[in-house]
């Protein structure tokens, strides 16, 4: 049932699905979607589009293109997207014609830190003390309010370490939201962290939700390096955290893939970080490690169809693959695949470029300790070169 109360019969396979975006994590739904045989139609201007290139149609064209989106609408029986900064337009264009899921109205919340954090502060739930700074003059009652260090992040896209610089007095914060370009930012309390922890979950149009073991994520660089699941997490947190992210879920009226990451503090409270609205990077062990993946499961939302089991079914360290580790050359697989239970997944990028995201692996074990441990070995021999 939709939201609206109109019950939509399901997308069976046969049909074609629409993507707007075209990296790996397009590129993962598209594989995913074309085994339970529907056809992909995927829309990104880049013509080495990694998800294009895997893609039943590959439509070469701007996100506001109106003559690509005509056709996108009549095509599809329903769209998607796995990049949040998609304009809103776009996604309103396409709902007159077809599904689009999750929602405009969804991504925009997730979209913009400013309008995130409100919303989850409006929900009760916990976030990192922050104020919003949409000009300079908003500045000096931000540092006042706060306990310094800071981190001064831009509102929109910012990813992986990006759009954000530290703060430590009101001088640094005004050279900081120059340097970051006056744009709308939030300024944030640095917490003391004892862990960073992230829930993956799937929400049906009908409420259903499936949700993924918690991960405990290590970041270096601020881009995501591993996600060990089982994590070593308190007691009682890791359930406090999946009952957050289906309270943020319901209250977005979300239906697709959610993630939403958590800063757990060395005072013990359970923060809400940000959150995602598509398949996330701490969810790619799910292709190996768990009886749907998350990428089926964005199928599954999307179509309107029951959603799969996230019963975990080994042990697993996700390792991310950034392109640091290529250098001049092709890393050695051999030692990857010296491994039986590594689970090797490349994005089909033509260049490798320092802090880009090239690929994972998947380490699967007895034990989450020693999957871990795996992963910290096989970085090392593959980052020594």
């Known amino acids: 049932m939709s939201s609206a109360g109109i019950i939509l019969p399901p997308i ?13 994590l397009g590129r993962m739904f598209t ?55 998609v304009p809103a337009s776009t996604l309103e264009a396409l709902a007159t014609h077809c599904p689009v899921r999750p929602s405009a109205a969804a991504v925009a919340v997730a979209r913009d830190r400013i309008r995130e954090k409100i919303f989850v502060r409006d929900l009760g739930l916990a976030t990192a003390p922050f104020f919003a700074i949409k000009c300079e003059d908003d500045l000096a009652a931000a540092v006042a309010g706060l306990r310094l260090p800071a981190l001064l992040k831009t509102a ?52 259903e939700t499936a949700v993924y073991p918690v991960g405990e994520n290590v970041h270096r660089n601020g881009i995501l390096h591993t996600t060990r699941v089982p994590g070593c997490i308190a007691p009682g947190v890791a359930e406090l955290a999946i009952g957050m992210a289906q309270r943020v879920a319901a209250e977005l009226d979300y239906v697709g893939v959610l993630a939403v990451e958590f800063f757990f503090t060395t005072d013990g409270e359970l923060l809400i ?28 939302a999307l179509c309107g169809l029951p959603l799969g089991s996230t019963r975990l079914l080994s042990p697993v360290t996700m390792l991310n693959l ?19 239970e590594a689970k090797l997944h490349l994005y089909g990028k033509r260049e490798a470029r320092p802090g880009r995201k090239m690929g994972h692996i998947n380490l699967l074990s007895e034990n989450a300790d020693a999957s871990f441990v795996l992963a910290n070995e096989l970085f090392a021999t593959l980052n020594t070169r």
């Not at 990694?50 to 095509?75: C, F, N, W």
């Open 273 to 300: 970080n940000e959150m995602a609205p598509r398949p996330h990077n701490s969810g790619h062990y799910t292709l190996d490690a768990s009886a749907t993946s998350q990428f089926e499961q964005q199928v599954r």
């Open 322 to 340: 950034l392109g640091d580790v290529w250098g001049d050359s092709q890393p050695d697989w051999q030692q990857v695949f010296a491994h039986p």
């Open 12 to 24: 069976l396979p046969g049909a074609t699905l629409g993507v707007l975006g075209g990296g790996q």
């Open 156 to 207: 929109t896209l910012g990813y992986d370490g990006k759009g954000q610089l530290p703060v430590d007095s009101l001088e640094h914060a005004r050279a900081a939201f120059a340097q970051l370009g006056e744009r709308p930012c939030v300024l944030e309390e640095k917490v003391k962290l004892a862990q960073e922890l992230s829930v993956v979950l799937a929400r049906g149009a009908d409420g």
């Open 31 to 85: 594989l995913a979607a074309r085994v339970l045989g529907y056809r992909v139609l995927v829309l990104d201007p880049d013509p080495d589009s990694p998800a294009g290139s895997v893609a039943d149609i590959h439509l070469r064209a701007d996100y506001t293109d109106k003559q690509a989106l005509a056709r996108m609408g009549a095509e599809c029986a329903a769209v998607t997207t796995e990049w949040e900064n």
